[in-house]
């Protein structure tokens, strides 16, 4: 689908759809399963570590932000929760990956999104009664890390938007995360997590020439973390919410992301890309979002 398209498919889902029914108090029971979750994983201290403690810490915001981008699309009071639950157990396989593998590296592992279903789907999960959002939660924590190409087409109109939802909600959050840490020079996270990576701000030709031809780079080909920075650029062909883009728009992550990267024309070029494309697209999306 063309990303005009899409756009106009966007505000249609906005208009028309109306996804979950949620209640406020199943939420509390999603977000109190969570904790007990994530209690098997504490040591005797009852203390998380730092790598899952890093990726709680990023469930908590990606549920603030799936809330968010929910309230400024008016979405009804069930959808905002379920929005809500899904950004906080989207991630729900990096636990039990991290504490098999030590590492969250998918490539070299497995796919967290289909482990994060598994786990839901095995688990006793009270708050997902209703098949409708027992539906739409799977699919989100199982296509939330998927390429675009990797999803399919046949998801029901409620699913995709919960999906696309929750996508935006995970790549506002990683986002500034990889910022932060690059900006910190602490890059002792970034290893743990995927150590494959080499810490230098270089980026390989053939992302970038990935990131040039097709507006996106596979998770295959990333192996510096200027390759990551080039990643996280594309995001803005894919954020599918005005709140969402607008929020990375007002955070300035465009520039801070090309600030990090080294000097050279044909980084520019694809930043002067990235930019006007997200500009165009700032215009549709406050058009059809109306
Ligand atoms: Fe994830």
Redesign the pocket.
């Known amino acids: 689908m063309s990303r005009i398209l899409r756009v106009l498919d966007n505000s249609a889902n906005a208009q028309q759809a109306r996804v979950g029914q949620m209640t406020k108090e199943e939420l509390r029971s999603l977000e109190a399963w969570f904790q007990k979750y994530l209690d098997r994983f504490r040591d005797g201290d009852g203390v998380l570590h730092p790598m899952l403690e890093l990726k709680r810490c990023h469930s908590i915001r990606v549920a603030e932000n799936a809330a968010f981008i929910a309230v400024s699309l008016k979405a009804p009071e069930p959808e905002k929760y379920l929005a809500e639950g899904a950004g906080l157990i ?2 729900v ?2 636990f039990i990956q991290y504490a098999e593998y030590g590492t969250f590296g998918d490539v070299d592992t497995v796919d ?2 289909i482990e ?1 279903r598994k786990v839901l789907e095995t688990e006793d999960t009270p708050f997902l009664n209703s098949p409708g959002d027992r539906e739409q939660l799977l699919c989100a924590v199982e296509y ?2 998927k390429s675009r190409k990797d999803i399919p087409r046949d998801l029901s109109r409620e699913q995709d938007r919960l999906l696309r939802l929750t996508r935006d909600a ?1 790549k506002l959050d ?1 986002m500034e995360l990889i910022l932060c840490i690059t900006a910190s020079h602490d890059f002792q996270d970034l290893s743990t997590m995927l150590p494959r990576i080499r810490l230098c701000r270089e980026v390989s030709p053939e992302v970038l020439q990935e990131a040039q031809n097709t507006q996106s780079v596979s998770y295959g080909n990333l192996s510096t973390l200027g390759d990551i920075l080039v990643l996280i650029a594309t995001w803005f062909y894919e954020l599918n919410y005005l709140s969402a883009l607008r929020l990375a728009m007002e955070r300035d992550v465009l520039s801070r992301i090309r600030s990090e990267l080294p000097e050279e024309e044909a980084i520019d070029d694809l930043f002067a890309g990235i930019t006007f494309r997200a500009s165009g697209f700032m215009e549709d999306l406050q058009c059809t979002e109306k």
């Open positions: 989207h991630d396989g990096r967290h999104g994060g939330h890390n995970d990683i």
